[in-house]
């Protein structure tokens, strides 16, 4: 049973662009987690989604972000018009459907915005 | 919203002395507490959680403990060895009714450096 995949693993980006970040849950799972975690920093809550929802979306920023979870394929992330300070680890979560929403994480990709 | 406060934010033992990690949380909704393993450069690690309906839980050497009263949960490493260096992230979360929905706070991570 594969676990959670991020793709990419490295991002670099220039200031302005955009940033997409995706997301495949482990097998049987519907929801998704985000987290951004800053360099020697902890793991800070961004949104949580299942399928074509969004739950929770009280720790994006209000601006240039924004996720979704279509029906069918991964869950992506994306940064619109990237600046320095979005350099950080994003990691994505993955829980079944039912039980006590164990989160079992991806490997992450490191964004880098030069 | 929930806030939670971990202490130390560096630990340092000999192989085979234990550790132990402190952590406080502010909602007294919260009724999961998992806790997590970040090695350099990779991705966090369950190790072990325990439910606010349950005082104290046990994994070979990984045991935590959780006082409601106190809003209080510490995670206890026994006969470290230096592959448990890395870091260790407490979190809260709160299950709401009969739905899995549970975004976790984290805390602030400790840095465990066991020395051989």
């Known amino acids: 049973n594969a676990g959670v995949m991020q793709n990419p693993r490295h991002l670099v980006r220039r200031r302005g662009q955009e940033a997409r970040l995706r997301c495949s849950p482990m097998k049987g799972h519907s929801h998704v987690y985000w987290y951004r975690q800053l360099p020697e920093e902890g793991l800070k809550f961004m949104v949580y989604l299942q399928k074509e929802n969004i739950i929770d979306e009280s720790g994006m920023p209000k601006e240039r972000f924004s996720a979704e979870f279509p029906k069918e394929g991964p869950s992506i992330l994306r940064i619109q018009q990237v600046v320095r300070g979005d350099s950080a680890a994003y990691f994505c979560?993955?829980?079944?459907?039912?039980?006590?929403?164990?989160?079992?994480f991806g490997p992450g990709t490191r964004l880098t915005v030069t | 919203g929930e806030n939670v406060e971990q202490h130390p934010s560096t630990l340092s033992v000999q192989e085979g002395d234990s550790a132990v990690i402190k952590c406080t949380y502010s909602?007294?909704?919260?009724?999961?507490f998992p806790w997590y393993k970040q090695e350099l450069g990779k991705r966090p690690q369950l190790i072990i959680d325990i439910r606010s309906n349950v005082g104290e839980k046990k994994d070979q050497r990984i045991a935590v403990t959780l006082n409601k009263t106190a809003k209080h949960f510490s995670l206890h490493i026994t006969e470290t060895q230096p592959e448990d260096s890395a870091v260790y992230f407490c979190?809260?979360?709160?299950?709401?009714?009969?739905?899995?929905?549970?975004?976790?706070?984290f805390g602030q991570g400790t840095i465990l450096t066991v020395h051989p």
């Open positions: 909602d007294s909704a919260s009724n999961y």
């Open positions: 979190a809260a979360s709160i299950r709401a009714g009969g739905t899995s929905y549970g975004k976790l706070t």
């Open positions: 979560a993955s829980s079944p459907p039912q039980g006590f929403h164990e989160q079992y």
